[in-house]
C-alpha cells in the first residue's frame, strides 16, 4: 500500500506541475488588447473584405498568438497632438505667409484605414508616425494657401482650417490616419501685408466713427 500511496502521490505531483507549466505557457500566449490599441498577429494569411493579408487584427478583446508561426504588434490609437506650420508659403496673388495650427492625429481603429497604417507603420515608433503626419499636412497646408487670398486666410480662419481638413482627408486615409481637429492659431507675413490691411480697417472705423 506504501508503494502505491508513493506512485499517486508522485502522480499527482507531475500532473499538478504539468498543469502548471501548461497554464504558464498559455499565459504568455495570451494577449489582451487595451481599450485604446489594436493587436495584430502577424505570420499567417487571413481575408479582410476582398483582400488576403498576412496577419488578422483584434480590437477590444483577446487572441492566442500561435507559437513559432505568430509575432505580435501593439497599435496605439490614442490621438497624437501635432504642430503643423510653414513659412514662406505663398499665397494667390504671391504673398508669402506664416502659418501655425494644432491637429489632432490618430491611427484608425477600423478597416480598411487600419490595414492602410498597419502595411505602412507596423513596427515604426510613434514620432515616425507624427512625423509623416506632420509633412503631410504641412503639404496639404501650403496647397490649400495657394488657392487662397492673404484676406481670405486670415479673417476666416475656420473656413481655412475647414478646407485645409478637406484637402488633407483623402491622403491621411491613404497613410490609415484620421485628422480629428485642426485649429489654425496663427497667420502672419514678414513683409507687413497684413498688418497693412489691419491699419487700412482701423482707419476706416475710425472714419466711419467721425
Not at 507549466?21 to 505570420?43: Q, T
Not at 491637429?103 to 508616425?129: M, S
Not at 489654425?184 to 497693412?196: C, E, F, K, P, R
Amino acid at each position: 500500500m506504501g508503494a502505491i500511496a508513493s506512485i499517486l502521490i508522485v502522480s499527482l505531483f507531475l500532473i499538478v506541475a504539468g498543469g502548471a507549466a501548461v497554464m504558464a505557457v498559455a499565459k504568455k500566449l495570451v494577449y489582451i488588447a487595451g481599450p485604446n490599441e489594436v493587436l495584430v498577429f502577424s505570420g499567417r494569411k487571413s481575408r479582410i473584405g476582398n483582400r488576403v493579408v498576412g496577419y488578422r487584427s483584434i480590437k477590444g478583446g483577446r487572441g492566442f498568438r500561435i507559437p513559432l508561426i505568430e509575432t505580435v504588434d501593439r497599435v496605439d490609437l490614442t490621438n497624437m497632438v501635432i504642430d503643423v506650420a510653414v513659412t514662406n508659403a505663398y499665397s494667390k496673388g504671391g504673398i508669402p505667409l506664416k502659418v501655425h495650427g494644432v491637429a489632432n492625429v490618430k491611427v484608425a481603429g477600423h478597416e480598411p484605414l487600419l490595414g492602410n497604417a498597419i502595411e505602412r507603420f507596423l513596427g515604426k515608433e510613434r514620432r515616425g508616425i507624427i512625423k509623416v503626419a506632420k509633412d503631410t499636412l504641412e503639404g496639404n497646408l501650403r496647397g490649400v494657401l495657394s488657392q487662397l487670398t492673404p484676406e481670405q486666410v486670415n479673417e476666416d480662419k475656420i473656413s481655412f482650417a475647414e478646407k485645409l481638413l478637406e484637402e488633407a482627408e483623402y491622403d491621411l486615409s491613404r497613410l490609415g490616419l484620421v485628422l480629428d481637429t485642426l485649429k489654425i492659431q496663427n497667420v502672419a507675413d514678414d513683409v507687413g501685408y497684413l498688418d497693412s490691411i489691419g491699419r487700412q480697417k482701423t482707419a476706416e472705423v475710425v472714419k466711419r466713427a467721425r
